[in-house]
């Protein structure tokens, strides 16, 4: 709540000011500061000033002024103050001297992560905040804000993790997103995230900050690299020069992280020794143009207090559309702009050159000299390593080949080493069955848990140790750096799809899973190259759809695993390229945003950051086996189920038809009762509410000679591709339960002598998986993103339509040679 919205009468207690340093040390000075109580006497609305009561004395404050005071309720105040005095008595108890020390005071802390990207923001905020979110070395890994908190020395510590910017100038789209972040919610302290091994580029956003004149502290990030290159930074001094304490951290590790939150809490509590605000200062001609803005600012009461008056000023002077955008209300908008035009002008006179590039030399002036103080020894940007391994895996011949055998060896373990731990997990799940299906006593229990729920999750389940050795893969090439290389190596190709490298980083990402991927296509500028890449994403073969390769690779090809998913992966790439050229041609004009492709060094991934990335998608995967999947499981047994038939209710004609079919081997073999059974199956799946569902789609998988049960499960696979493979595990029942997923599609019925698939409709139906219509959750980001319906209905239409073509392509051309 803030202060504005006190009606006349009632009373509340300051927890917050917002806005930039001057601004809230003129409001404190008045004596309007936290804790303390604030009666409102008069509030007539669009009437401002408003008189309010503090401490007996009689203020009157401005509306916007008011806006920017967030207070509490004084009832709601009592009952959080006496929390709080629990909260003391308890901890002088334990003598806990920290969390005795900081009851007293209002107990959140807001922080922000800012920095260049990839210098180790989201690795601080997981380390922090215990969270899991996505790392990777490579810029533009996080496209939006991630919150997270922790409970550290009696505060509580809100973290929120920002895009990486290399300036807050405000033209590319993080920009826009953090200077917005900054604007609207004000954190109590800033930590700016610098790397170590690149000061002169981190610390140009670091002056940016400081001209704020907010509360902040740098956190010196990649410490270890610094140590490991031989030089040395006086970092100390470096903190006193720019009045901003920096502490050295390792977020990969988490050294320094406490260090880090005691400055953070020093910072907010105003008791650091180094903090102090500074000017960075530029040439007179600069200084006295940001002077007369500052007047300006100043002399207009109606600017919002949102950011320091030299901030604006300065932003103002480099034509910053943001700063343009927050004083484009007050009255003395036109006279404040002219005055800008004509400063601009004046200083570009007077040094021959334009105010944006003078700014920007002044400022990294600034920052070399502090440098050439505290700076001792070289910084070797690029180790010695990263160049021999760059000449390499970026070499104009080896590069492309050295990534396809990379991509290679990757199918090959997810496929040959994932084969052990899955076969384990068959085992147990076999056994579970075995065990059930002899005690429980036989009844719809028994099928709903045998047949639904074992069927349906225990035949996804087993798939969970290649999705890890997958993740495994991507998340090492990502942390290593090697994937900016791929980005860079694939450039020219994107170009020739008319997208560049950067639409590679969400490619990328959609292996693992095409939600996420569709947010982080917004690092991409141009809204059509956006487009075009979200369109082709779903092209790109999730983790998701792995389990029905796994299955079918491992049923037909089982010794050439690897070749099919290699081929499946690069056949989605393929359609990808294909498609892109295509909707640039007929749809979307050419446009081009050149780019600058950045290659971090290289980094050895640490165990800890790898780890984290896996278990994080195990929980993931686990969790959706307990909610998504088994409920599809249990809807689809139901519809497969019911409703329920006898032996009497069959027709003659269809046991006559069912009996004539029967190869007379199984005929001889089995007894009257067996076949009786298998009849019975049989009608019952084909006349349930599924099979009748099935039999209005058979004719649409049929030219792949696949039955009504395939394409029941590609509908259900709509929710989720996993979906796909535990619809399959409850539709194909064999005559032992516990047999193998895989071992069901392969066996031939006994009642019509055919195995649910062969060689050549398995190779249809894998490609039909790879290309068909994206999951629900694609389509909805798909709609979300792009703002309109209309590319989420030609994905599904185009993609499904594709994927038919080719799957009976596929089928043919399959067919020709078995
Ligand atoms: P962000 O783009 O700023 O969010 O950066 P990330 O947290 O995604 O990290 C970028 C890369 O740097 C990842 O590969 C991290 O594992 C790595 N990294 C982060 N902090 C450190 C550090 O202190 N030392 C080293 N050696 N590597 C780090
Ligand atoms: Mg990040």
């Not at 076949?675 to 006349?687: A, F, G, K, M």
Request: with cysteine.
């Amino acid at each position: 709540m803030r202060l504005v919205d006190l009606l006349p009468g009632e009373t509340g207690v300051i927890t917050k000011i917002l806005g930039h340093g001057a601004f809230r040390k003129r409001v404190m000075e008045m004596g309007f500061v936290r804790g303390r109580e604030v009666t409102c006497m008069l509030n007539a609305p669009l009437q401002d000033p408003i008189k309010y009561a503090l401490m007996d004395y009689e203020v009157s404050l401005r509306r916007l002024e008011a806006s920017m005071i967030e207070i509490m309720p004084l009832q709601e105040w009592h009952e959080h103050e006496t929390d709080a005095d629990k909260a003391e008595k308890k901890a002088t108890a334990q003598h806990d001297e920290d969390a005795a020390h900081a009851v007293r005071h209002d107990k959140i802390i807001n922080v922000a992560l800012l920095g260049n990207p990839n210098c180790g923001k989201t690795s601080l905020f997981n380390i922090v905040s215990g969270a899991n979110e996505h790392v990777g070395n490579y810029a533009g890994v996080t496209v939006d804000a991630k919150s997270g908190h922790l409970n550290y020395k009696g505060y509580r510590i809100n973290i929120v993790d920002l895009p990486g910017t290399y300036s807050l100038s405000a033209y590319s789209p993080e920009e826009q997103y953090v200077v917005r972040y900054l604007r609207d919610e004000t954190p109590d302290v800033m930590i700016n995230v610098i790397v170590a091994s690149n000061l002169e580029r981190n610390l140009y956003m670091t002056t940016e900050l400081i001209d704020m004149n907010r509360p902040m502290v740098i956190a010196l990030n990649m410490y270890d690299e610094l140590e490991k290159s031989g030089a040395t930074l006086k970092y100390k001094e470096l903190g006193a020069m720019l009045g901003v304490p920096i502490i050295p951290t390792v977020a990969s590790t988490g050294r320094g992280v406490h260090d880090l939150l005691d400055t953070v809490i020093e910072v907010y509590e105003m008791s650091h020794p180094d903090t102090r605000h500074i000017h960075v200062k530029m040439s007179s001609e600069i200084e006295a143009g940001v002077d007369v803005l500052r007047a300006d600012l100043k002399a207009e009461p109606n600017v919002p207090p949102h950011f320091a008056t030299r901030y604006l000023a300065i932003k103002l002077l480099e034509g910053d559309p943001e700063a343009e955008l927050l004083i484009r209300n007050t009255p003395d908008y036109n006279q404040i702009i002219k005055d800008r035009d004509r400063v601009a002008a004046e200083i570009k006179e007077k040094i021959n050159e334009d105010v944006q590039t003078a700014i920007a030399a002044n400022k990294y002036g600034f920052i070399q000299g502090a440098l050439a103080e505290t700076l001792v020894g070289d910084l070797v940007h690029e180790e010695k390593t990263t160049k021999i391994i760059d000449a390499v895996v970026t070499n104009k011949l080896f590069g492309f080949p050295i990534f396809l055998a990379a991509m290679f060896f990757i199918f090959w373990c997810t496929f040959e080493l994932g084969s052990y731990p899955m076969e384990w997990i068959e085992d147990l799940v076999g056994w579970i069955s075995r065990l059930l299906s002899q005690y429980m006593p036989d009844g719809p229990l028994k099928d709903l848990i045998l047949d639904g729920i074992i069927g349906g999750v225990g035949g996804v389940i087993v798939f969970l140790p290649n999705i890890l050795i997958l993740y495994f893969f991507i998340s090492f090439m990502e942390d290593s750096g090697y994937m900016a290389r791929v980005a860079f190596i694939m450039d020219k190709l994107m170009h020739k799809m008319g997208l560049h490298g950067k639409s590679f980083i969400p490619l990328v990402t959609g292996f693992g899973c095409n939600v996420p991927a569709i947010m982080s296509t917004r690092i991409i500028e141009s809204s059509s190259s956006r487009l075009i890449t979200i369109l082709i994403l779903p092209f790109m073969s999730c983790s998701a759809r792995l389990p029905i390769y796994v299955l079918l690779a491992g049923a037909f090809f089982p010794h050439h695993g690897a070749i099919v998913f290699f081929g499946l992966y690069l056949l989605g790439i393929i359609v990808a390229i294909l498609t892109a050229k295509m909707l640039r041609k007929f749809w979307f004009k050419a446009d081009e945003t050149p780019f600058v492709m950045e290659l971090p060094p290289y980094r050895v991934p640490t165990y800890k950051a790898v780890v984290r990335s896996m278990w994080s998608k195990a929980k993931q995967y686990l969790q959706k086996m307990g909610g998504l999947i088994l409920v599809a499981s249990i809807i689809i047994w139901a519809l497969s189920y019911f409703p329920r038939y006898s032996f009497q209710q069959i027709p003659q004609s269809y046991l006559e038809n069912t009996l004539a079919e029967m190869p007379s081997d199984e005929l001889n073999e089995k007894s009257p009762e067996e076949i009786n059974e298998l009849v019975l199956h049989s009608y019952q799946q084909e006349h349930s509410i599924l099979g009748s569902i099935g039999k209005v789609c058979e004719p649409v998988v049929r030219p792949m000679e696949l039955g009504w049960q395939s394409c029941v499960s590609l509908i259900a696979g709509m929710a989720a591709k996993e979906v796909v493979v535990s619809t399959m595990g409850v539709l194909y029942v064999g005559d032992d339960d516990a047999d193998a997923l895989s071992e069901r599609l392969k066996t031939p019925s006994p009642l019509t002598g055919k195995a649910p698939f062969t060689t050549a409709s398995a190779i249809a139906f894998l490609v039909f998986v790879l290309l068909y219509f994206p999951c629900v959750a694609t389509l909805t980001a798909t709609i979300r993103e792009t703002g309109n319906w209309k590319y989420g209905v030609f994905s599904l239409v185009y993609n499904t339509a594709l994927a038919w073509i080719l799957a009976v392509v596929a089928f043919n051309i399959a067919n020709l040679f078995s």
